[in-house]
């Protein structure tokens, strides 16, 4: 069986499962936010009743991250639904934008975007904050109600976003029937050369099958190029199989997830006891792909889907407006150094966002310093408009006052993001291109897509 096999047979409590089975699983985490968390609420409330509790409350994670720092009174009322469910239920992990635990959530708009409006609670992006906040552990099955759940894969779990229907039966049962996923096999081999980022790993992949080209499959990344990857690496890659269709990721485990688990685990007090799942020796594969991580190269996704792969070289006359940077995927800390790497004594000449994915990053980002400047100031001396909001911000548009929300057509922003499909970062009249921060940082400086090495070599 492949790791995806193995984890689900034996979430489902049998000796083995084959692609194509139909199967009940016991989910481990159930976790929502604050876009379809209310919707989750009114399904499981509709189906098992007013004063129904959910299956375990250990097990269910809410954490608001999406419309937060809008004054749209609608999204500030969905974190208000969120902060009575999780009340009334007494859910222990529920990651509040406000400390009042009566209290009702609104953005001040005075205060304005950049300055942290958050509580001590405030968990930030759904996904990043999961493994951050102890959530996730290698051999368990975890839903969410966000199509970029697969990021948990990552460590080596069964992670895959569901929508609102099905979520709210999971909250009164703890299971789910799902199709067991066919797999498909990436074989990393060799080492990221100076420039490139796992960001170019994933969109070097999508590129090879096309944004469809995993649909319901599991996308299986192991090798020995695996080793080399950091935690925040095989987050990004394993992100971002849903732009390819994939029902998840997963990765194998080994010393680098036990390490960040059990810190995580310990550090939250959330359990910390997991059983892994290894490889068999007999998996069988719908799809090969050897990915020799030495030759790649600095990588964009072009308007409009996440398959329309170029290298940023063959790209370097291409004008680009604006330049963003953040997200679960494209906002984490080694994300941010990078950026701050290539930009570094430098001025951006386009308008560029920087949106940290969690409270933590924030306090990464202002607490290290690189001689004379933290990696904060080295930032805004650059010319990068920081918040410290952290959350999904415009990666998904929102609200028209969302920080960095293309708000015009015509606009062309090239971003760490991971979705770029027409009207995804605001008005679709507007086009993303999918870069790494490194790519995302040289491309601020000149204008024009630019490969990073191109800075990082003078
Ligand atoms: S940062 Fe973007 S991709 Fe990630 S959860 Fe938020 S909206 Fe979704």
Known sequence: M?????????????ASVEAGDNIWVNADVLMTHDVCGPG???VFKREFGAEAKVWDRERVVIIPDHY????????????????????EQQLPYFYDVIDDPNGQWKFDVEKGNLKRQYGSNYAGVCHTALPAKGHTRPGEVLFGTDSHTCMAGAFNQFATGIGNTDAGFVMGTGKLLLKVPETMHFRLEGKLQPGVMAKDVILHCIGEIGF???????????????????????????????????????????????EYVDARTRLNGTRGNYEPVEPDSDQQFVYELVVNLDKLEPTVACHPDPGQRKKAKEMKDFKIDRAYVGS??????????????????????????????????????????????????????????????????????GPVDTFGRMNQGGLRCISATNRNFPGRMGSKESEVYLASPATVAATALTGKVTDPREILGN
């Open 40 to 42: 989750t609420i009114g």
């Open 2 to 14: 492949t790791l995806t096999e193995k984890l689900l047979a034996r979430a489902a409590g049998k």
């Open 328 to 397: 679960c995927t494209g906002g984490k800390t080694s994300d941010f150094v990078e950026f701050a790497r290539v930009l570094r004594g430098k001025k951006v000449v386009i308008d560029t966002f920087g949106v940290p994915a969690t409270p933590d990053i924030v306090r990464d980002l202002q607490g290290t310093r690189w001689g004379d400047q933290t990696i904060w100031q080295i930032l805004e001396s650059a010319g990068v408009r920081m918040t410290e909001n952290a959350g999904c911000a415009a990666c998904l548009g």
């Open 212 to 258: 469809d080209g995993a649909t319901y499959r599991a996308m299986q990344f192991d090798g020995p190029g695996v080793a080399s990857l950091s935690m925040d690496d095989r987050m990004t890659i394993a992100n971002m199989a849903i732009e390819a269709g994939g029902k998840n990721a997963i990765f194998p485990f080994d010393s680098r997830t036990a």
């Open 68 to 87: 937060i720092f809008t004054a749209d009174s609608k999204s500030n009322r969905n974190v208000d639904i969120l902060r009575e469910f999780a009340r």
